[in-house]
């Protein structure tokens, strides 16, 4: 039970994490966009699904760095925390 719990705010601060991340770096990503849009206008319609599989691997490629992270860090500090408990008793 604990664990869905901690699995739930983990997954809802992943996702505020991930959005101020993009928020940082918009300009980028609306750059990155338009120029999948560009290469998409060169290419015939057949190949526009592969360019689109693309941009959505590399935005779940992002996700799940930032989630990993994330994780990683709250797994951490709990660690951490236990071993300084551990240590001062």
Known sequence: MLDDILQAVIEKRTWEVVNECEQSIKGKIEEFESAVERIKENLPKEGHPDVDLLLDL???????????????????????????????N
């Open 58 to 88: 590399y935005f779940e490629k992002h996700t799940v760095s930032v989630r990993g992270a994330y994780t990683a860090g709250v797994r951490d500090k709990l660690k951490l925390r236990k071993e300084i408990i551990d240590f001062t």
